[in-house]
T-cell receptor
């Protein structure tokens, strides 16, 4: 069965600094997608970035980028120039090639210090 | 894209009662799922809502406790039956079309 592991329950970053959130996954599938979602307190889940497994190039969305290491089954999220609005729970998620359900990690709570 | 609405957005219920949560998508989707998110926790899949047939439940979740319907491609309901305080949680509808995922706003349930 596929699993997603986020080993950092909480992280903290100074405003304007850079932070990296870790995620590893386990799968035997060759075709899959990986996602980072942001969940602000009491608010709806927001897609931050997604990565197709067949693409070697790391996905980038403005201040957010990923380091996708397929062989190592690692998918970390880097947030550059952190802002107060980045404070939230961040979930790493996986979906396999059979287009089943999303599998979520346990989440990392990110705090941003002014 | 697709927009998902859920009703109710929140409710406070007495133990032993049942609550039905509705999930409506504004366009056709391939799959619909129901998740539970307990306070401070991650999202756990309850079941896949299958159109016109019985839902597919994950380990630890049973149809008698969480009956699910999906009469068409854009609508599904989840009932939380015979509630106890341990059922207090956010219940989330997620729909998919290909590899695109769409999230409902969630239903915050408190059981007293």
């Amino acid at each position: 069965a596929q699993t997603v592991t986020q080993s950092q329950p909480e992280m903290s970053v100074q405003e304007a600094e850079t932070v990296t959130l870790s995620c590893t996954y386990d799968t035997s599938e060759s075709d899959y997608y990986l996602f980072w979602y942001k969940q602000p307190p009491s608010r709806q889940m927001i897609l931050v970035i997604r990565q197709e497994a067949y693409k070697q190039q790391n996905a980038t969305e403005n201040r957010f980028s990923v380091n996708f290491q397929k062989a190592a089954k690692s998918f970390s999220l880097k947030i550059s120039d952190s802002q107060l609005g980045d404070a939230a729970m961040y979930f790493c998620a996986y979906i396999g090639g059979s287009q089943g359900n999303l599998i979520f990690g346990k989440g990392t709570k990110l705090s941003v210090k002014p | 894209s697709a927009v998902i609405s859920q009703k109710p957005s929140r409710d406070i219920c007495q133990r032993g009662t049942s609550l039905t949560i509705q999930c409506q998508v504004d366009s056709q989707v391939t799959m619909m799922f129901w998740y539970r998110q307990q306070p401070g926790q991650s999202l756990t899949l309850i079941a896949t809502a299958n159109q016109g047939s019985e839902a597919t439940y994950e380990s630890g979740f049973v149809i008698d406790k969480f009956p699910i319907s999906r009469p068409n491609l854009t609508f599904s309901t989840l009932t939380v039956s015979n509630m106890s305080p341990e059922d207090s949680s956010i219940y989330l509808c997620i729909a998919s079309r290909g590899f695109w995922q769409f999230f409902g706003p969630g239903t915050r349930l408190t059981v007293l």
